[in-house]
């Protein structure tokens, strides 16, 4: 599982607690250095392992996404080339929100379907890739799940794929994961046109600045 400064916490908080509730699984933060990462929110993540020491041949290579820090990773050659590098051997290709730009920076989705947050979709294209709106895609090797909370669906989702389905309903069950919530307005397609406008304007130039590293990518 990838960390770079500020990720947001809850893309990897969420998968990583799926991940680390199978039994007899070894999950690892692999991060530039073992110095603490400072997420989005201000909460810190210690790394397990650096790039260097990451297993060279892992079942899953797996990315969180943010806006500020993700931008800044995309602009990282250490960082891609340690994803591009990792997604060549991989079993399994996968991100949650806005880290598919970052998997698409290292070249692996494009030709794919993906999941990612609502801000980034209209971007996805720049990568060669195809937007979705769903919680979790799946295209071949690539599992993608779409913005922050979406990453308990897609950590399901990858347990299942893993242990089957048993399994992963006992994982959910013990989760207690049972999602019911007080609002409806967690899609661009939910949400009042006022709130979703408001949000909305409040990245300007993402799409613009998506394209632009884009451009740049390997």
């Not at 990282?76 to 880290?99: I, K, M, N, P």
Request: with cysteine; charged share 20%; glycine share 8%.
């Amino acid at each position: 599982m990838l960390a770079y400064p500020g990720m947001t916490l809850l893309d990897l908080v969420a998968p990583q607690h799926m991940f680390a509730a199978m039994l007899g699984a070894t999950v690892r933060i692999a991060a530039k250095t073992l110095d603490p990462i400072r997420s989005d929110l201000g909460m810190t993540i210690q790394p397990d392992v650096t790039f260097a020491d990451a297993h060279p041949e892992p079942d899953v290579i797996f990315t969180p996404g943010s806006i500020a820090g993700t931008f800044a990773a995309m602009e990282d050659t250490e960082t891609v080339d340690f994803l591009a590098a990792q997604g060549e051997r991989a079993r399994y290709v996968t991100s949650v929100c806005t880290g598919a730009m970052l998997l698409g920076q290292a070249g692996l989705i494009d030709g794919y379907r993906v999941s990612t947050h609502w801000l980034a979709r209209p971007a996805m294209d720049a990568f060669g890739a195809t937007a979705t709106d769903e919680r979790v895609t799946r295209d071949r090797n690539r599992l993608t799940g779409g913005g922050v909370t979406a990453g308990i669906d897609f950590g399901l989702t990858m347990v299942e794929e893993l242990r089957g389905t048993d399994y992963a309903q006992s994982v959910q069950l013990m989760a207690e994961y049972a999602p019911a919530p007080p609002l409806n307005s967690g899609t661009p397609d939910t949400a009042p046109p006022a709130v979703r406008d408001r949000m909305e304007a409040a990245f300007p130039g993402f799409e613009e600045h998506a394209r632009a590293v884009a451009a740049r990518r390997r």
